[in-house]
């Protein structure tokens, strides 16, 4: 996942702006995404097994497709970021891979129009005091593998065991 900022002011961008994600979505249509419409709205796009969805607070997240590779998937992610680098830069638009962005208040952060995140803003509150930001502050890498026997898996569970304290040293936001 990524958050979506405005390049000139660092602050984040909201669906509806003149250059914001709407138009990111939209203009990323130009790749061969199909959208997926909601209320009139983009709220996500598909290609050959590929998703690109909106988390709560505009981060822009890309479900990849199942491959059989890391290299395929390594391509794959290569492709988004440079689709999304190029659309975004002609929007005057970034995007910020990072765990949680201490920089953005609630209030700084616009709501996605998607009508689930609705509900669960009017039910988080209920259930404690930090699920807003978890939905709207955070962003997240998430890997999902295949096995084809026990031996297997035993063998890439203790991989990504071993891999885990480099991912967390990666995003642990140390620059802020």
């Known amino acids: 996942?990524?958050?979506v900022y405005d390049l000139k002011s660092l602050r984040p961008v909201a669906y509806e702006e003149q250059n914001g994600i709407g138009k990111l979505l939209a203009g990323l249509t130009r790749y061969g995404w199909e959208p997926i419409i909601e209320n009139g709205n983009i709220i996500a796009l598909t290609m050959n097994g590929e998703n690109i969805t909106l988390e709560p607070g505009g981060q822009f997240e890309l479900s990849g497709a199942p491959l059989r590779t890391i290299h395929e998937t390594c391509r794959e992610v290569g492709e988004h970021l440079k689709?999304?680098?190029?659309?975004?830069?002609?929007?005057?638009?970034?995007?910020?891979?990072?765990?949680?962005?201490?920089k953005w208040s609630r209030a700084d952060t616009s709501w996605m129009p998607k009508g689930r995140y609705q509900i669960m803003r009017d039910y988080m509150p209920k259930r404690g005091s930090l699920g807003i930001d978890m939905m709207i502050r955070t962003c997240t890498v998430q890997v999902n593998l295949d096995f084809a026997t026990e031996a297997d898996m035993v063998k890439k569970f203790r991989?990504?065991?071993?891999?885990?304290p480099i991912a967390t040293a990666l995003f642990a936001d140390s620059p802020f």
């Not at 689709?83 to 201490?102: A, D, H, R, W, Y």
């Open 1 to 3: 996942e990524k958050f």
């Open 83 to 102: 689709q999304v680098k190029t659309v975004s830069e002609e929007l005057g638009i970034g995007v910020l891979g990072m765990g949680f962005n201490p």
């Open 159 to 164: 991989t990504s065991l071993a891999l885990q």
